[in-house]
């Protein structure tokens, strides 16, 4: 397909860029907000996404690979910081990691009716999710009670006798026997745990029952995806083979 570049008119008032695109290319007013929506549109040289923008006498150039298709809803993975309040600013192409290899391109269409699905803890860090597909959101929020996260927990404090042993199964929260779950040391000061429908608190509660505290909370991972290498305040999608 070949680049298609408006010349400049002289109009009395300015119109639609769907509109002005449809009359470019000859499509349907739909095909040219898709062209537009999908990031394949620039005005005077720079990217515009919205169908309504106004133009009169700008350059209006459709890339050559663009495709008049429907986007796809995305989920995003992101790296909340203990000490970082989030903040829709935090999810923009300033903080998209750079090693991200799902190969989407951003649009900001993707940070539109976004859902947060298994938010973390108040004082938590770690890994969260946000998405757009009915699907992902239905599977983590309802059906949270089934799928397992880990945790790396930093903790203080002298771990009773057969502690660890309670910590895998043998408490209770709220007043419900807790099923067994896997706890492991990571090193001196910090345990894994590995657990499904995790309940506010209960970590902590779990550890002050076995004579530890809890310094800091980090999840590190929600059923098969983890959080690997995304640093801190960043974000990256959520590849197409991925699955929770």
Known sequence: MAIHVSKKHFM?????????LAELVNCSRREAELYITGGW????GQVVEEPQFMVSEQQVELHPKAKPIQIEPVTILFHQSLDTELTPQMLSADTHAADDHSGIRILKYHFAHLTPCLPLEINASGLLVFTQDFRVARKLNDDATTIEQ???V???GELTP???KLLNHGLSYSGKVLPPIKV???NETRLRFALKGVQPGQIAHMCKSVGLQVLALKRLRIGRVPMAKLQAGQWRYLS???RF
């Open 12 to 20: 009395t008032s300015p119109v639609r860029l769907a509109k002005r």
């Open 150 to 152: 880990e945790y790396v």
């Open 162 to 164: 057969d502690g660890l």
């Open 41 to 44: 549109v620039s005005v005077d």
């Open 240 to 242: 197409g083979y991925e």
């Open 154 to 156: 930093e903790v203080a």
């Open 184 to 186: 492991s040391w990571q």
